[in-house]
């Protein structure tokens, strides 16, 4: 009876396609070569560059050529994506404004940027100004008279923060050659264009900005006529001063438009003289009012929350994201010890105990003591190899500008879409639908036989590949520390993570007394057998519901019907005579033309959630996290506790049904009035991993603590009620 050699020799052809779904990601590697990355990666200089929120393109325009007294307008156009922003000169509550670093030649002096107006754009609470959809960013030059060259060579640095929910901040370097006798009249249009939405400057006259208390009273004088009745925009150059998203008053007192604003609690500045932008529909006018009045003192709320403030003191003085933690940061010791201990954790996880308990059994075959080491070596060298390509794989995309962390390619709807119909093959064959000898020459399975040992190495890939997307206990700190590194130090500390997951197979071949407990053969391995292939199913419904949180309803639906067709056609195949042909033609039609019409569904990623939402586990009394949310609600002196996690991390799900929902747990959080906030890491998200960097960890989950005053406390990643209920006991 040979039963549990048939998944052996499975191993063969999908081992591709777990190293597929392991390794390489086709977007993560795209982007990381484009041309502009993550602040701190370097690319080719060109004259356009773009990202997945943004094309960037530096334009020029010259209407009288490039002569000597002659002004030429050099600009940055940014084309955002919908539902994505960049920031006006006075970003409100959050955000940065574009920089540009011009490097032109000898006798060339640019001047500041030109703003166009911004427009008012709500985030929750807060209001930042910026800009949306297309907008030019002008920049006037004035050509020295001792220029004289055939061509005008410029070259600019540009770095720009674009945020949606989340904020990536982002840079490119830009070229252009401008003959000295064009006057780029293509790109006049779009010049002309962006100065008409420009704020035309007025004088002063009798405008003024009055200090009253805890407000300013705005008046405005000498208004275009067609303003007066109208409701303007309001836009103050000048940042930190009011409060952007604050209810504020306007009325016409005859010719003079007045406001009273409220000022920001953290206001940060005091001029002598205020900048403002009022605008009704395309007409902006600008005046620099004079303040009257003496300002109150600026409020102490307006400095950093302490544990941010020494966050970035640590990370300015040491160049690496700091560790916040409740505990000393770990050696390198401690963490290989960590990491040997996740990664022997690690086969407890429901997809991969399977995979262990079926490699272990099949010991009952192998009398030879030889062989079964050799089988050992294989299979730990198999898992060791692969997480060291992983590791590399991930410093390597990070050093690129990436912001990766571990579990990286469970972010990527087709890598959990492969891992799907893998796991549905690996059940089928464990079920007994099909044998995979059937499916290939005698030939080639008479191969696999004999090569026992190769069979051993691609189930410790098949294995990693399962089990990479899982962070258990000891693992998470090593990881973040790890990250930190020089590249063999850290790859040592994957390395460990792969002997840990390797040892107890290793142990199986290498101690005598281990086999000679295991059980003689017998019927009972095919039930055994085909009982594995339910964990199998599970893990395709757990994978299936991960899909449903990144591509919606449609991609779980898509995904199943894909899987059923993948069945039939399997089943097809194990028929024979004229059936076979006929069934497996009619199937594979079936799948390949699915494949076409509703397979795009499984890979397209759904919206953001806009709000909280049951799917996430988002329900009554959790908020979405947003970058700079746990600052504001810790300057407001309330205690925070974050849940990073992702649908595809088991942990999560688990912590998330028991501990989280736990009676006693939800009334320490009232009684404490703390604020909870998700981090959902489902889908790549550049602001979580930066979140999670700084807190020297680098997958989920993680579980923290913010209290005004003290450093974050990061839980355990297997959370206790009792762990919990006493950190809520030190609030």
Same mark, same amino acid.
């Given at each position: 009876?040979?039963?549990?050699?048939?998944?052996?020799?499975?191993?063969?052809?999908?081992?591709?396609?777990?190293? $597929?779904?392991?390794?390489?990601?086709?977007?993560?590697?795209? #982007?990381?070569? &484009? /041309?502009?990355?993550?602040?701190?990666?370097? #690319?080719?200089?060109?004259?356009?560059?773009?990202?997945?929120?943004?094309?960037?393109?530096?334009?020029?325009?010259?209407?009288?050529?490039?002569?000597?007294?002659?002004?030429?307008?050099?600009?940055?156009?940014?084309?955002?994506?919908?539902?994505?922003?960049?920031?006006?000169?006075?970003? +409100?509550? #959050?955000?940065?404004?574009?920089?540009?670093?011009?490097?032109?030649?000898?006798?060339?002096?640019?001047?500041?940027?030109?703003?166009?107006?911004?427009?008012?754009?709500?985030?929750?609470?807060?209001?930042?100004?910026?800009?949306?959809?297309?907008?030019?960013?002008?920049?006037?030059? =004035?050509?020295?008279?001792?220029?004289?060259?055939?061509?005008?060579?410029?070259?600019?640095?540009?770095?720009?923060?674009?945020?949606?929910?989340?904020?990536?901040?982002?840079?490119?370097?830009?070229?252009?050659?401008?003959?000295?006798?064009?006057?780029?009249?293509?790109?006049?249009?779009?010049?002309?264009?962006?100065?008409?939405?420009?704020?035309?400057?007025?004088?002063?006259?009798?405008?003024?900005?009055?200090?009253?208390?805890?407000?300013?009273?705005? /008046?405005?004088?000498?208004?275009?006529?067609?303003?007066?009745?109208?409701?303007?925009?309001?836009?103050?150059?000048?940042?930190?001063?009011?409060?952007?998203?604050?209810?504020?008053?306007?009325?016409?007192?005859?010719?003079?438009?007045?406001?009273?604003?409220?000022?920001?609690?953290?206001?940060?500045?005091?001029?002598?003289?205020?900048?403002?932008?009022?605008?009704?529909?395309?007409?902006?006018?600008?005046?620099?009012?004079?303040?009257?009045?003496?300002?109150?003192?600026?409020?102490?709320?307006?400095? @950093?929350?302490?544990?941010?403030?020494?966050?970035?003191?640590?990370?300015?003085?040491? +160049?690496?994201?700091?560790?916040?933690?409740?505990? /000393?940061?770990?050696?390198?010791?401690?963490?290989?010890?960590?990491?040997?201990?996740?990664?022997?954790?690690?086969?407890?996880?429901?997809?991969?105990?399977?995979?262990?308990?079926?490699?272990?059994?099949?010991?009952?075959?192998?009398?030879?003591?030889?062989?079964?080491?050799? %089988?050992?070596?294989?299979?730990?060298?198999?898992?060791?190899? /692969?997480?060291?390509?992983? +590791?590399?794989?991930?410093?390597?995309?990070?050093?690129?500008?990436?912001?990766?962390?571990?579990?990286?390619? @469970?972010?990527?709807?087709?890598?959990?879409?492969?891992?799907?119909?893998?796991? =549905?093959?690996?059940?089928?064959?464990?079920?007994?639908?099909?044998?995979?000898? %059937?499916?290939?020459?005698?030939?080639?399975?008479?191969?696999?036989?004999?090569?026992?040992?190769?069979?051993?190495?691609?189930?410790?890939?098949?294995?990693?590949?399962?089990?990479?997307?899982?962070?258990?206990?000891?693992?998470?700190?090593?990881?973040?520390?790890?990250?930190? @590194?020089?590249?063999?130090?850290?790859?040592?500390?994957?390395?460990?993570?792969?002997?840990?997951?390797?040892?107890?197979?290793?142990?199986?071949?290498?101690?005598?007394?281990?086999?000679?407990?295991?059980?003689?053969?017998?019927?009972?391995?095919?039930?055994?057998?085909?009982?594995?292939?339910?964990?199998?199913?599970? &893990?395709?419904?757990?994978?299936?519901?991960?899909?449903?949180?990144?591509? +919606?309803?449609?991609?779980?639906?898509? $995904?199943?019907?894909?899987?059923?067709?993948?069945?039939?056609?399997?089943?097809?195949? &194990?028929?024979?005579?004229?059936?076979?042909?006929?069934?497996?033609?009619? #199937?594979?039609?079936?799948?390949?033309?699915?494949?076409?019409?509703?397979?795009?569904?499984?890979?397209?990623?759904?919206?953001?959630?806009? %709000?909280?939402?049951?799917?996430?586990?988002?329900?009554?009394?959790?908020?979405?996290?947003?970058?700079?949310?746990?600052?504001?609600?810790?300057?407001?002196?309330?205690?925070?506790?974050?849940?990073?996690?992702?649908?595809?991390?088991?942990?999560?799900?688990?912590?998330?049904?028991?501990?989280?929902?736990?009676?006693?747990?939800?009334?320490?959080?009232?009684?404490?009035?703390?604020?909870? @906030?998700?981090?959902?890491?489902?889908?790549?998200?550049?602001?979580?991993?930066?979140?999670?960097?700084?807190?020297?960890?680098?997958?989920?989950?993680?579980?923290?603590?913010?209290?005004?005053?003290?450093?974050?406390?990061?839980?355990?990643?297997?959370?206790?009620?009792?762990?919990?209920?006493?950190?809520?006991?030190?609030?």
């Amino acid at each position: 009876m040979n039963v549990l050699p048939t998944f052996s020799r499975l191993s063969w052809p999908i081992a591709a396609l777990a190293i $597929l779904a392991a390794l390489p990601l086709g977007a993560h590697a795209q #982007s990381a070569s &484009t /041309s502009v990355t993550a602040l701190g990666s370097r #690319s080719a200089a060109k004259a356009v560059v773009t990202t997945d929120q943004v094309r960037a393109e530096l334009l020029a325009w010259a209407p009288d050529g490039v002569a000597p007294g002659k002004q030429v307008w050099l600009g940055l156009q940014l084309d955002h994506q919908p539902e994505w922003h960049t920031y006006w000169k006075n970003s +409100g509550d #959050s955000g940065l404004p574009t920089v540009l670093e011009w490097k032109l030649p000898a006798g060339l002096d640019a001047g500041e940027i030109a703003w166009p107006t911004p427009k008012k754009i709500p985030i929750g609470t807060l209001a930042n100004y910026g800009y949306e959809k297309t907008v030019l960013l002008p920049v006037p030059v =004035t050509v020295a008279q001792t220029f004289n060259s055939s061509q005008l060579d410029v070259k600019l640095k540009a770095s720009w923060l674009v945020c949606r929910k989340e904020c990536i901040p982002q840079e490119g370097e830009f070229s252009l050659s401008i003959p000295a006798r064009s006057s780029l009249g293509t790109s006049g249009r779009i010049f002309q264009d962006t100065f008409a939405a420009t704020p035309k400057a007025l004088p002063t006259g009798n405008s003024q900005v009055t200090v009253e208390g805890q407000a300013i009273k705005v /008046s405005l004088a000498g208004l275009p006529a067609a303003l007066q009745g109208k409701t303007l925009e309001f836009f103050p150059e000048t940042g930190g001063v009011i409060e952007p998203a604050g209810k504020w008053q306007q009325a016409w007192q005859g010719a003079v438009w007045t406001a009273n604003v409220p000022l920001s609690a953290q206001r940060s500045e005091s001029p002598g003289a205020m900048p403002l932008v009022v605008a009704f529909n395309d007409a902006a006018y600008r005046i620099e009012a004079p303040v009257k009045n003496e300002w109150p003192k600026v409020a102490a709320a307006a400095t @950093l929350p302490p544990a941010l403030e020494a966050a970035l003191k640590a990370n300015a003085s040491s +160049g690496a994201a700091p560790i916040q933690n409740n505990t /000393s940061p770990i050696g390198l010791v401690a963490a290989l010890m960590g990491a040997l201990l996740g990664g022997l954790i690690l086969n407890l996880m429901p997809c991969v105990f399977p995979v262990l308990a079926i490699k272990v059994v099949g010991f009952v075959h192998v009398k030879d003591r030889a062989s079964r080491m050799r %089988s050992g070596l294989a299979y730990t060298a198999g898992v060791v190899l /692969s997480f060291l390509a992983l +590791g590399t794989l991930l410093l390597v995309l990070r050093a690129a500008g990436e912001q990766l962390g571990w579990g990286f390619q @469970l972010q990527s709807p087709a890598v959990v879409a492969a891992l799907a119909a893998l796991f =549905t093959l690996m059940g089928l064959n464990m079920a007994g639908l099909f044998e995979f000898g %059937s499916f290939v020459p005698g030939r080639l399975a008479g191969a696999q036989a004999k090569n026992p040992t190769v069979n051993a190495f691609l189930s410790g890939v098949l294995a990693t590949a399962i089990a990479s997307p899982c962070t258990a206990p000891f693992m998470g700190a090593s990881l973040g520390y790890a990250i930190g @590194l020089p590249a063999v130090e850290a790859l040592a500390v994957f390395a460990a993570i792969g002997i840990g997951m390797a040892l107890p197979y290793l142990a199986a071949s290498v101690i005598p007394a281990v086999a000679h407990v295991l059980p003689r053969p017998g019927a009972w391995m095919v039930t055994f057998r085909q009982l594995m292939a339910f964990p199998m199913f599970a &893990t395709v419904a757990w994978l299936v519901w991960v899909i449903g949180q990144q591509s +919606g309803i449609d991609g779980a639906g898509a $995904l199943l019907g894909l899987l059923v067709l993948m069945a039939l056609a399997i089943w097809a195949f &194990t028929q024979s005579g004229r059936a076979r042909v006929a069934l497996s033609t009619v #199937s594979v039609v079936l799948l390949a033309a699915a494949l076409w019409s509703f397979g795009p569904n499984v890979v397209k990623l759904m919206d953001a959630p806009s %709000s909280s939402q049951a799917a996430n586990g988002v329900g009554v009394g959790w908020q979405n996290w947003e970058p700079g949310r746990v600052d504001q609600l810790t300057a407001q002196g309330q205690s925070v506790f974050v849940d990073f996690t992702a649908a595809w991390c088991v942990t999560c799900q688990y912590n998330k049904k028991t501990t989280l929902a736990n009676a006693d747990v939800l009334a320490d959080i009232a009684a404490k009035k703390v604020a909870l @906030l998700r981090a959902d890491w489902t889908r790549r998200d550049p602001a979580v991993t930066a979140a999670l960097t700084q807190l020297g960890r680098n997958g989920v989950p993680v579980y923290v603590i913010y209290k005004p005053g003290r450093a974050p406390v990061v839980l355990s990643e297997i959370l206790s009620v009792s762990e919990v209920r006493a950190e809520l006991a030190k609030l």
